[in-house]
């Protein structure tokens, strides 16, 4: 009998591996005959011939169940029995368990039988459930959790009352050690399978560093923005407490806090954060306790019929560069400019000692954006100040500063060090994507000249005026759009010595990938949000990649994982890489 049998064929295709990347496509699927799929588009070109003659039937881009023979030359034998269906249907429920996390914290789980990837949101590691599938998405399917069966590994107890429903903190219940231990393998999978460094580069030669922790892991944001909303989001179990006064007002139910995950228009109501720092929560405990008040006259914005005065609230806190105490700017957010409205909750939060800044940002439009297109002080002064790395930046409502102060410390001594700047004033710095100017100012008076990059024209000014603040004179910044370059780019500036790029979430266009790979800067520091296109650009520019006709020329020197928000499943990671 010369005839594949299934088992072999189901092992052979789930030997290789597929990555999707950030919104469905930078999902990590790891190879292996333990049973993770690839996309049979991709596979049938790297099988032997005869494998690429084997055609399961309802073939379609995605795998299917393999329940054929193989060729026509071969005898025909009895049907081998036909297994399980590969793909679990909507609605079907399943048991599983919770190997690691992957992208936006979702548990990544594995159907028994077939090896089918699922994810789960609130799913933990060692975590065995029973879910229900919600969503299928070719290579993976979605399951909501129904049932618990055994509790996960390192399971703690959140401190916060919302952390159940919430999606800021969706790992507030997992321990702090566990939290680090899944980023830095998140990190490590990513570039392997999508980076294409192979495993004893990454591990035996100790390219990949072991994940900076955060001292600090609650109130460690310096900025929260909260939402207003007619209708406060409750759990199933909570709806019971919904409330109307004597007088038949439903203001008890307005709601402000954060959006319900996956929910735009729906708000869950937060008193008190965790995340944020102490004087803010102060602020937030004032202004909730009076302004459902129906003789204040205050209306949530609803997002549905476009009505109402209040939209967001938005607190930062700095600190005095004289004092070192905190400073915070209290931004309300409005479809209409009406201070006399204002007035009453002015007065309230401008009588604590912390608040020095009141703003009303209007927004007029439908959008759910907290950028006005006017901007009003109501109180004290237009903006507060923070210190980092011994400079003092001025922060305005809605200007960008790294979201946790403290561990900004770090990571941008990580980033200098990385540079490896001489310090004798000889070398030109590159700062692509520099927001406000916050790395490349930390570096300038080390280096002959810094320039910087960056889209938001807010965000230049800021730069040009933190340069002004700090006495740096060998500072240039210029707004353009680094995904638009054309090949003008690099005119204006000398070759750099040092190139750093701190793009967002979506990484580096390839058109700046390839001017990168044509300019050969000697030294590379790829600071990222999103280890998963960090990996992708990292194959890019370190490797020869044909369908992109590129040729890397880099070598990856290494690369350092820093957790800058602890509870929530972001990652930053500094990465070096030297001229080959």
Same mark, same amino acid.
């Given at each position: 009998m010369n005839c594949i049998s299934y088992s072999r064929i189901y092992e052979t295709f789930f030997a290789y591996s597929s990555y999707l990347l950030e919104d469905e496509k930078y999902l990590c699927v790891k190879g292996g005959t333990s049973g993770k799929?690839?996309?049979i588009s991709n596979l049938?070109?790297?099988?032997?011939?005869?494998? #690429? $003659?084997? $055609? &399961?039937?309802?073939?379609?881009?995605?795998l299917c169940t393999l329940s054929c023979s193989l060729a026509e030359d071969v005898d025909p034998k009895p049907p081998i029995p036909k297994p399980t269906s590969y793909f679990p249907k909507r609605g079907q429920t399943l048991e599983l368990v919770c190997e690691s996390l992957a992208f936006k914290g979702k548990g990544l789980c594995k159907v028994t039988e077939t090896?089918? *990837? *699922?994810?789960?949101? $609130?799913?933990?590691?060692g975590e065995r459930f029973i879910g229900r599938v919600t969503r299928k998405k070719g290579n993976y399917a979605e399951v909501t959790k129904v049932k618990t069966i055994t509790p996960p590994r390192d399971i703690v107890d959140a401190p916060c009352v919302y952390s159940p429903y919430c999606g800021g903190c969706k790992t507030q219940n997992l321990s702090y050690e566990a939290q680090l231990r899944a980023k830095e393998e998140q990190? #490590?999978?990513?570039?392997?399978?999508?980076? #294409?460094f192979s495993r004893e580069l990454v591990q035996l030669h100790g390219i990949m560093k072991p994940i900076v922790p955060c001292d600090i892991q609650f109130h460690y944001r310096n900025k929260m923005e909260f939402s207003f909303g007619p209708q406060r989001w409750l759990p199933r179990e909570s709806l019971h407490e919904r409330r109307v006064d004597d007088a038949g007002n439903e203001n008890e139910n307005f709601a402000l806090g954060l959006h319900a995950p996956g929910f735009f228009d729906k708000i869950l109501n937060v008193d008190k954060c965790l995340l944020q720092s102490h004087p803010a929560n102060k602020v937030l405990a004032a202004i909730q306790e009076c302004w459902r008040d129906p003789q204040l006259g205050f209306s949530p914005y609803n997002v549905h019929s476009h009505m109402g005065f209040l939209k967001h609230l938005m607190l930062r806190t700095g600190s005095d560069v004289t004092t070192g105490q905190p400073e915070v700017m209290v931004n309300f957010v409005s479809s209409s400019y009406k201070p006399e409205l204002l007035k009453f909750l002015v007065d309230k939060v401008s009588a604590f000692p912390e608040v020095v800044s009141v703003m009303n940002n209007v927004n007029t439009s439908v959008g759910n954006t907290s950028v006005g297109e006017e901007e009003y002080t109501l109180y004290g002064k237009s903006n507060i100040t923070e210190t980092l790395r011994g400079l003092t930046f001025q922060i305005s409502a809605n200007s960008f500063f790294q979201t946790n102060t403290y561990q900004a410390e *770090?990571?941008?001594k990580l980033i200098e060090d990385c540079t490896g700047v001489k310090g004798d004033g000889s070398e030109i710095v590159l700062d692509l994507f520099c927001g406000t100017g916050t790395i490349g100012l930390t570096l300038a008076r080390r280096v002959r000249h810094v320039y910087g990059y960056e889209v938001v024209p807010q965000a230049i000014t800021d730069a040009c005026l933190n340069a002004?603040?700090?006495?740096i004179q060998n500072a240039t910044f210029i707004q353009g759009?680094?995904?638009?370059?054309?090949?003008?780019?690099?005119?204006?500036?000398?070759?750099?010595?040092?190139?750093?790029?701190? &793009?967002n979430r979506p990484g580096m266009h390839m058109k700046l990938i390839k001017f990168l790979l044509n300019l050969k800067a000697p030294r590379i520091v790829y600071v990222s949000c999103n280890?998963?296109?960090?990996a992708r650009d990292l194959d890019y520019l370190c490797h020869d990649v044909a369908e992109q006709n590129i040729k890397g020329c880099y070598k990856l020197i290494s690369l350092q994982p820093v957790d800058m928000f602890p509870h929530t499943p972001h990652i930053e990671c500094v990465c070096l890489l030297e001229l080959q």
């Open positions: 799929m690839a996309s049938t070109n790297t099988l032997p011939l005869h494998f #690429r $003659r084997f $055609r &399961p039937s309802g073939y379609s881009s995605s090896g089918f *990837v *699922v994810l789960c949101d $609130r799913a933990l590691p990190v #490590r999978d990513l570039l392997i399978h999508v980076g #294409r *770090v990571l941008y002004k603040i700090n006495g759009d680094l995904n638009k370059i054309d090949e003008n780019f690099g005119k204006n500036f000398p070759k750099p010595d040092i190139v750093i790029s701190d &793009p280890p998963a296109t960090c």
